[in-house]
């Protein structure tokens, strides 16, 4: 690994720390380096507060030696006035005279416009610095502005003889197939995008309120499918712990694709990202129009005898671990 690999690396690692709570704007992370040795550091705040770059130049206490330092950041610079003033303008304010960028922000607003007002400025500019691995930590970002919808994660548990769950239960709430170690690592998952879906019979059978209790952070927006307005109000998704979103014929066409109407939707309202979690008729859904970008699925040391089998998926595997007695397999769509 290369010095300037090594330190957007570590940008990429700052940057995750802002992970749920910076939409729209992307989660960036910047570090300024002065002969070695890192002199400052942030990631994007709030959405409407400091960008990362504002971050890590106010962190330097002494700002003299930003006039001989480098600045790396994950994201170019954006170029254009929106909550906040121009980061790149800020660099060629504080004379940074060296600014390593892992990959080019494509939105239209910026799209280059930020590396040539630096260049043109007299900075000397890297660009594509583990370009692929800051493509992926912004894959949320580029998904909503290249593809006009959010980044889709398929979420669910599976016996080990392929179920979702048993025939009949005896309680309105979930039969859980997995380890608390497990469902706590999906709350922190709550806490990194901005919504969460599920269909009808979920919200009937399992009544649950998609919220955040194991983990701390953001409660996402709770997105239901109740095509005849048929879910009682009562219901936990309805509550007061988060913001909820229904989806009925009044707002889209259930005789036409689903999946793609949802998507548009949710790209009208702004979500950058989802998180798909049933049941299996939803997962379906989405997987049978090719509208998914990535599947998390965990494997519990159980079986039903029958029930509700699990989603038909193809993808690539890009990791597998061991969580517990749980297997949790991560696919990604090609």
């Not at 106010?58 to 929106?82: D, F, M, Q």
């Not at 919504?195 to 979920?202: E, P």
């Not at 989405?286 to 998390?296: C, G, H, K, S």
Request: overall charge neutral.
């Amino acid at each position: 690994m290369t010095t300037n690999e090594y330190y957007i690396n570590r940008c990429i690692n700052i940057a995750k720390n802002g992970l749920g709570s910076t939409r729209p704007n992307p989660t960036v992370g910047a570090i300024i380096v002065h002969n070695n040795k890192i002199i400052g550091e942030g990631f994007t705040s709030n959405y409407g507060g400091n960008h990362a770059e504002v971050n890590a130049i106010n962190s330097v206490v002494n700002k003299a030696l930003l006039k001989e330092s480098t600045i790396y950041v994950t994201l170019e610079p954006c170029s254009h006035y929106g909550k906040t003033p121009p980061c790149s303008d800020l660099i060629i304010k504080t004379e940074i005279p060296n600014v390593v960028i892992g990959c080019i922000d494509d939105n239209e607003h910026v799209s280059g416009k930020g590396i040539a007002k630096l260049k043109d400025a007299g900075c000397q500019v890297t660009v594509g610095v583990l370009e692929k691995e800051c493509k992926n930590h912004h894959k949320r970002f580029f998904t909503f502005h290249n593809k006009k919808r959010p980044y889709i994660i398929l979420k669910w548990a599976e016996t080990e003889n392929g179920f979702l769950s048993p025939e009949k239960k005896d309680e309105q709430k979930p039969v859980w197939i997995t380890t608390p170690y497990s469902r706590q690592l999906v709350h922190k998952w709550r806490t990194e995008e901005q919504a969460i879906l599920i269909g009808t019979n979920t919200a009937l059978d399992d009544n649950p309120s998609l919220t955040v209790r194991d983990w701390t952070g953001n409660n996402p927006i709770r997105i239901v499918i109740d095509r005849n307005e048929k879910l009682p109000k009562t219901l936990s998704i309805f509550n007061n712990q988060a913001e909820s979103i229904t989806i009925t014929s009044k707002n889209i066409d259930f005789n036409k694709p689903i999946a793609k109407q949802i998507c548009e939707l949710l790209f009208e309202k702004q979500i950058n990202s989802v998180i798909i979690e049933g049941g299996a008729k939803t997962l379906q859904t989405f997987i049978n129009e090719n509208l998914w970008d990535e599947a998390r699925v965990f494997k519990g040391n159980i079986n039903f005898i029958n029930g509700t089998k699990a989603p038909q998926l193809s993808g690539t595997i890009i990791s597998e671990e061991k969580i517990s007695t749980d297997t949790l397999k991560i696919y990604t769509n090609d």
